[in-house]
């Protein structure tokens, strides 16, 4: 894996109006072909950090602060390269699959491309997600596994270098999880892509990050990152039951002084 950071953020606050901050001084870098699970309770800021990240509006009233570098030049405006996945497919129910694929791919604000390139990158990015020849399937006929492939299929088709996903399988039955949590680990590998994925889940952290940052606050102050791990047990992870229970006692530990609720992999809810 390549250390040479794909997207570097130093110094990232971001304030609403005269209020306290949301979070300040968040400084991280995700590197190519690497998936960076940023670990954090509700109302912690893990999505509106993503959405910072990602240039994206945070709201008419947010004040943001802070330099984000991706591939080494400053960002300032969303990038073409780098793809959104969010917790809803927020599929077109009036475009098929491939067309919802390929939506806004042939926008003035994307590369030129042409009409057989597109058609191509189409195909290929249906087929990464396992879904060769069902593009003709409308929303309404797919399952909430197959809608949530479509929408990462939609930003593959972006040949993205950076994938900033906001809990995208949140919605979905633990077995179809899974699937798609081993989906993201091989498309990363085979796509060279980085990935920043903000989760509450502990056990989707150790299952697919290569680190994992704990995102959080002390009372009255903004949130930050806290903690930080690399997860250094090999793949497949379940055939190492005694280092994944290591790893998130620890992880557990960290956050016994972190206000917030956060998911544990019992389905209990801590609070601090």
Not at 29 to 46: A, H, M, N, W, Y
Not at 81 to 107: E, H, I, K, T, Y
Not at 124 to 142: C, I, K, M, R
Request: hydrophobic share 45%; proline share 6%.
């Amino acid at each position: 894996m390549s250390t040479a950071p794909v997207v570097q953020a130093s110094g990232l606050g971001l304030r609403y109006g005269t209020r306290t901050d949301l979070f300040a001084d968040v400084s991280l870098q995700v590197g190519q072909r690497e998936i960076v699970c940023l670990l954090g309770g509700s109302g912690c800021g893990k999505s509106t950090l993503l959405r910072v990240l990602g240039r994206l509006e945070a709201g008419a009233s947010a004040q943001a602060r802070g330099e984000v570098l991706f591939l080494g030049s400053p960002l300032h405006a969303p990038h073409p390269r780098a793809a959104l996945v969010f917790q809803q497919p927020s599929l077109l129910p009036w475009l098929d699959a491939a067309r919802n694929v390929g939506f806004g791919l042939d926008f003035a604000s994307q590369p030129p491309i042409a009409r057989a390139a597109l058609r191509q990158r189409v195909h290929d990015a249906l087929e990464a997600v396992g879904l060769a020849g069902q593009g003709g399937l409308y929303p309404a006929e797919l399952s909430g596994g197959m809608a949530q492939r479509v929408a990462l299929a939609r930003a593959l088709a972006r040949e993205p270098q950076l994938l900033l996903a906001d809990e995208p399988f949140s919605a979905l039955d633990a077995i179809t999880r899974a699937d798609m949590q081993e989906l993201l680990v091989e498309l990363v590998h085979r796509w060279q892509t980085a990935v920043l994925l903000v989760t509450h889940d502990i056990d989707e952290a150790i299952a697919v990050g290569d680190r994992i940052l704990l995102m959080g606050a002390q009372p009255g102050q903004p949130a930050g990152i806290v903690r930080e791990w690399n997860v250094g047990i090999t793949r497949p992870r379940e055939a190492h039951p005694a280092a994944i229970t290591a790893l998130r006692l620890d992880i557990l530990a960290a956050l016994q002084g972190v206000r917030h609720t956060v998911s544990l992999p019992n389905s209990e809810r801590l609070t601090a």
